[in-house]
């Protein structure tokens, strides 16, 4: 086997790889859950033993590999091959992630944020095939984008283009993670589901939530959300309503500012469905101009979990090392 790339997807919980040939087919995959909260170095480290987990795949030489690609979160600069800051991970601030790996993979190594990974991903072997101007909108934990314009990844002047979830939707809005309020993320994400959810059980409203996080309220989940909501229960299907109406509003921007041929629509939320996808697109027609009203196809992701790794090695080629 010959011209294979190494895919790596940094997570907030996990670290996910793929030995993957020019076709985005995985010969081998790999996964480590023992990172999380790490310091850059245990990073590497684990990232290196996956690395010679994969290289260990029968019928596989190291002269094989082209190079590895590695998404990570956070505000991640490519060309220079920085993690600037990454709030899932502390630390991290300015660390040199592409050159510290090159040094212990031997390989030529490129680095990017994981959502303009997956966006790669998609564009070129998942749902944005066929695509030219496409973004990919991840709606998870956190919610981000990757640009896709004429063919080419978008990633801004100092790498950060798409960060969609700190748009300020709401100045008067709840703290986000970043320091300022009301950021799309503050309501269209999992985190966004919880921190409504538990606010909602600390208000005393009547809801099927209580029962269903067994009367926790630090521990309501935005899955526990979607299951009370498909058992009718009015806060639920509330909190879902109004989570899926800011996802549209800001897919409206994306739609505004962009105006992309295709968007593909990413991460596990959207797994909740109709209770959350239909308010987002009805929010989503309503806040744009009439014209640009069915301008760009809106699609599942094709790849989903995979995209980020198959993205990853993708940049292999697409960005000098
Ligand atoms: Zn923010």
Known sequence: MENLVIGIDVGGTKIAAGLIDRNA??????????????????????????VERLLATPNVDRSSILGVGVGISGH????????????????????????????????????DNDA???????????????SKDMC????????????????????????????IGHTVVNPDGPLCSCGKHGCLMSYACGMA??????????????????????????KVS???????????????????????RYFGIGLSTIVQVLNPDTIVIGGGLVNIGPLLLEPCIKTLNEN?????????????????????????????GEIEP
């Open 222 to 244: 935005a899955e526990q959300v979607a299951e009370a909501a498909r058992q009718g229960d009015q806060a639920a299907l509330r909190l879902l309503d109004l989570a899926g």
């Open 116 to 130: 303009n990974c997956a966006a790669w991903g998609e564009y070129l072997h998942g749902a944005g095939r066929g």
């Open 76 to 111: 991640v600069h490519g060309e220079r091959g920085i993690v600037m800051t990454n709030s899932n991970l502390p630390d991290w601030d300015y660390y040199p992630l592409r050159d510290t790996l090159k040094t212990h993979l031997g390989f030529p190594v490129v680095i």
């Open 288 to 316: 744009i101009h009439p014209v640009l009203v069915n301008s760009a196809r809106i699609v599942m992701s094709e790849l989903w979990n995979d995209a980020g790794v198959i993205g990853a090695g993708a940049l292999i």
């Open 136 to 163: 990919y909108v991840t709606f998870s934990t956190g919610c981000g984008m990757g640009i896709v314009i004429n063919g080419r990844l978008y990633r801004g002047a100092s790498g950060t283009a798409g960060e």
């Open 25 to 50: 087919s995985f010969i081998a995959r790999g996964i480590s859950h023992s990172h999380c909260g790490c310091s850059p170095d245990q990073v590497v480290a684990e990232i290196d033993q996956i």
């Open 193 to 218: 589901l919880d921190r409504m959810a538990r606010d909602c059980l600390q208000s005393g409203e009547d809801t099927l939530l209580k029962s269903v996080c067994g009367d926790c309220p630090d």
